[in-house]
């Protein structure tokens, strides 16, 4: 039978779940537990070669200082919560990183999740990241009753909502100028001669959605066009739904010329949509995305400041955070009109 190798005298193996304290750093250093302290937390009254024999065990240990425990202390955690609606989606990258910088400015970690898109899941996650004593919450909604984080708020955990605005409470947000983006949008293809222009948007109950419809059918009404039901699809950002509904436009006796699109996963699918097409149709959408001044025509958007509107939540949150703010507010920022020739296409009838 073979013999077990048996491990040297004096090392001491992987710990998992047992991670070294304090307490160890000083038997192995040979000094009191309060002179630990005092070298872990930069205080005066250690010798050099005592300070030097502390950081030799600290290295040798692998210990780490429990900042956890440390300002907990002090009545704050240094961490605040990012609840994302999908992290695939490339609007929240430059959002997520703002928030992140502006948070390590202020010496505090950000942990963020996703909700899928899901009210429930983005309940679950807040309040996980309420039990793990987060300071503070930056929120993309989901749901629209945010009544279950008025406790959370009362007992001090600054809250901002971002991209829309919260459910039935009274809370800070930070939201782009969707309803005049969307009528900027619209405008810039009736300027091109466009009279019989399409909508397709995300699910009318989401906020974005809903204002960026209103601005669409502000824009139609304001050249004196009445607005065709059959112009209109809001649903599921679901490649095949989007499919169906610029098929739809695009067909019949009386075919949309121009398109206007709600969000960025919408414009993908309707781009795919147009490239079939024997006739040149216009195009706007609303968000930009990656590539879109590489395609032939290069595609015009309605641009939101993503970085702009992650940075401005965060900052709100410290301020929130260090009592400079005091009744709730709603910021709105504005949009940019970046043409690059799909909305610049004239009608092709």
């Given at each position: 039978?073979?013999?077990?190798?048996?491990?040297?005298?004096?090392?001491?193996?992987?710990?998992?779940?047992?991670?070294?304290?304090?307490?160890?750093?000083?038997?192995?250093?040979?000094?009191?537990?309060?002179?630990?302290?005092?070298v872990?937390?930069?205080?005066?009254?250690?010798?050099?070669?005592?300070?030097?024999?502390?950081?030799?065990?600290?290295?040798?240990l692998?210990?780490?200082r429990?900042?956890?425990?440390?300002?907990?202390?002090?009545?704050?955690?240094?961490?605040?919560?990012?609840?994302?609606?999908?992290?695939?989606?490339?609007?929240?990258?430059?959002?997520?990183?703002?928030?992140?910088?502006?948070?390590?400015?202020?010496?505090?970690?950000?942990?963020?999740?996703?909700?899928?898109g899901?009210?429930?899941?983005?309940?679950?996650?807040?309040?996980?990241?309420?039990?793990?004593?987060?300071?503070?919450?930056?929120?993309?909604?989901?749901?629209?009753?945010?009544?279950?984080?008025?406790?959370?708020?009362?007992?001090?955990?600054?809250?901002?909502?971002?991209?829309?605005?919260?459910?039935?409470?009274?809370?800070?947000?930070?939201?782009?100028?969707?309803?005049?983006?969307?009528?900027?949008?619209?405008?810039?293809?009736?300027?091109?001669?466009?009279?019989?222009?399409?909508?397709?948007?995300?699910?009318?109950?989401?906020?974005?959605?809903?204002?960026?419809?209103?601005?669409?059918r502000?824009?139609?009404?304001?050249?004196?066009?009445?607005?065709?039901d059959?112009?209109?699809?809001?649903?599921?950002t679901?490649?095949?739904?989007?499919?169906?509904?610029?098929?739809?436009?695009?067909?019949?006796?009386?075919p949309?010329?121009?398109?206007?699109?709600?969000?960025n996963?919408?414009?993908v699918?309707?781009?795919?949509?147009?490239?079939?097409?024997a006739?040149?149709?216009?195009?706007?959408?609303?968000?930009?995305?990656?590539?879109?001044?590489?395609?032939?025509?290069?595609?015009?958007?309605?641009?939101?400041?993503?970085?702009?509107i992650?940075?401005?939540?965060?900052v709100?949150?410290?301020?929130?955070?260090?009592?400079?703010l005091?009744?709730?507010e709603?910021?709105?920022?504005?949009?940019?009109?970046?043409t690059?020739?799909?909305?610049?296409?004239?009608?092709?009838?």
């Amino acid at each position: 039978m073979p013999e077990t190798p048996s491990r040297p005298v004096g090392l001491i193996g992987p710990r998992y779940g047992n991670r070294p304290t304090m307490k160890d750093v000083a038997a192995r250093a040979g000094v009191g537990l309060k002179t630990v302290s005092r070298v872990v937390n930069g205080e005066p009254g250690v010798t050099a070669q005592t300070e030097q024999r502390v950081q030799e065990a600290i290295d040798a240990l692998g210990f780490r200082r429990n900042d956890s425990a440390r300002v907990l202390r002090k009545g704050r955690t240094a961490s605040v919560g990012l609840v994302l609606e999908d992290l695939a989606d490339p609007f929240y990258g430059p959002l997520s990183r703002a928030v992140e910088e502006v948070a390590r400015a202020h010496g505090a970690l950000l942990i963020n999740g996703s909700s899928a898109g899901d009210p429930e899941r983005e309940q679950e996650l807040a309040l996980a990241l309420c039990a793990r004593r987060v300071d503070g919450l930056v929120v993309i909604p989901a749901g629209d009753d945010h009544r279950y984080l008025e406790p959370e708020i009362r007992a001090g955990v600054a809250t901002v909502f971002v991209d829309r605005p919260a459910g039935r409470i009274d809370a800070d947000c930070v939201l782009s100028d969707n309803f005049g983006g969307a009528r900027q949008g619209v405008a810039h293809l009736l300027a091109h001669g466009h009279r019989r222009i399409g909508f397709i948007g995300d699910m009318p109950r989401i906020h974005t959605a809903a204002e960026r419809l209103r601005g669409y059918r502000a824009a139609l009404e304001d050249a004196g066009i009445p607005v065709e039901d059959a112009w209109m699809s809001l649903g599921t950002t679901e490649p095949a739904r989007v499919r169906r509904a610029t098929e739809a436009m695009l067909s019949g006796p009386a075919p949309v010329t121009a398109v206007f699109t709600g969000n960025n996963r919408v414009t993908v699918t309707v781009i795919r949509v147009l490239a079939e097409q024997a006739r040149p149709v216009a195009l706007v959408a609303f968000d930009d995305l990656e590539l879109a001044d590489l395609l032939r025509p290069g595609v015009t958007v309605v641009a939101q400041d993503a970085a702009a509107i992650g940075r401005t939540a965060a900052v709100r949150l410290f301020q929130r955070l260090e009592g400079t703010l005091i009744a709730p507010e709603r910021v709105v920022l504005p949009t940019r009109l970046i043409t690059r020739g799909s909305g610049e296409l004239p009608p092709a009838d």
